[in-house]
């Protein structure tokens, strides 16, 4: 999977960021078994883990059971220190250029990530 890493620590922190932020850029995601949303979404609600958001091309609801699902995203335009269009990947468990170095083996979404294939 290609994509600059980012802890899933810091993209809950990003998350909130974007909530609590209206003129905030817009994401679009990958989730885990997915292929890339069609078009940029606004974050609406924050329920625990649960996401809601409205894609702004067609107005669809996109409700996300668990934020960390998602395992790539992007964002319409520059956030706090992250780029435009670039897709950023979701890690557990591995080191990320905004861990330092921490990581987590037990992880289960990481064995889920790097399950083989039949």
């Not at 037990?106 to 083989?116: A, G, N, T, Y």
């Amino acid at each position: 999977m290609i994509g600059i890493p980012i802890s899933v620590k810091r993209l809950n922190g990003l998350l909130f960021a974007l909530k609590g932020d209206q003129s905030a850029a817009l994401l679009r995601v990958r989730l885990l078994s997915k292929t890339w949303g069609l078009g940029f979404c606004k974050l609406i609600e924050i329920r625990g883990k649960k996401l809601i958001l409205v894609d702004q091309t067609n107005n669809n609801v996109l409700t996300i059971d668990n934020f960390e699902y998602i395992v790539q995203f992007e964002l319409s335009k520059a956030y706090l220190d992250l780029e435009p269009y670039v897709h950023y990947k979701v890690v557990f468990g591995e080191r990320s250029a905004d861990t330092e170095g921490e990581t987590n083996p037990s992880d289960d979404r990481e064995m889920i990530l790097h399950r083989p294939s039949k």
